[in-house]
């Protein structure tokens, strides 16, 4: 069977970098959402998402370390399979992880190719903007689609001081403008002023995506984990939680323990004869 006639019979059609592009002309908001398994990424695909990101937060909200920096290549590669797997029409964009874009253009390659090769995503994204022009270069002439990342960088936590919103506005547009002559698709603007982000997204010709950036960018991200009330710590104040997910578990687990102590779990309709 071909790809057309397999797309065909699954109805289903995968999102596209040029169509990402053109969502922007048409003045369509893009949604981006994290996944980090196949259950997740499935539920989201469903629901309609236009992209989901393998994102490094998987360091802090699945491991359950204290910043992004120690997730592994391999690691991301494991969970972006995962996430590849489940995505039918959900453009899928993986994290390269620390320190892989600093460590010259042939690693970066190698490592981003990895990825495109074993995972059936489609882009890859990085941290970082004029600084990271060649390597953006590099990238897109090989094939590989960038998603450049702006503003705040996660990755740089101990350089920067802590999480904080980034207000140099021309640092932050130049980044923006290199990123797009270096040849990234599409730009993550994360916490910084909703004014430059406006701006920064007039300016641009390709998609900015959104994370507590205000409202004007073509899209917006968030960390599944904090969008559906999941996280226990730190929530950062952009966040809208839109469901108490960790409130459902906790009592779902907290009423069968009650029934399996007290026999009424499992009753006769969950048994055999
Ligand atoms: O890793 C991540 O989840 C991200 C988003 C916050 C944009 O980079």
Known sequence: MTTATSKKKSGMKKITVPQLISMKR????ITMLTAYDYTMASLLDSAGIDTLLVGDSMAMVVQGHE????????????????????????????DLPFPINHQG?????IAAGRILKETRCQ?????????????IKALVSAGIPVMA?????????????????????????????AAQEAGAFSIVLECIPSEIAKIATERLAIPTIGIG???DCDGQVLVINDMLGMTSGHVPSFVKAYANIREVISNAAQEWCEEVRDGSYPDEAHSFE
């Open 67 to 94: 910043n992004t920096l120690p997730v592994t290549l391999d690691e991301m590669i494991y969970h972006a399979e995962m996430v590849g797997r489940a995505a039918k029409r959900a453009l899928v964009v993986v």
């Open 26 to 29: 048409a003045g369509q908001k």
């Open 149 to 177: 990342h702006v503003g705040l960088r996660p990755q740089s936590v101990h350089t920067m001081g802590g999480y904080k919103i980034q207000r140099d506005k021309e640092q932050l547009i130049e980044d923006a403008i």
């Open 123 to 135: 882009a890859v994204k990085l941290e970082g903007g004029a600084e990271q022009a060649e390597v």
């Open 105 to 109: 253009v042939y690693q970066t390659v």
């Open 213 to 215: 950036a205000g409202p």
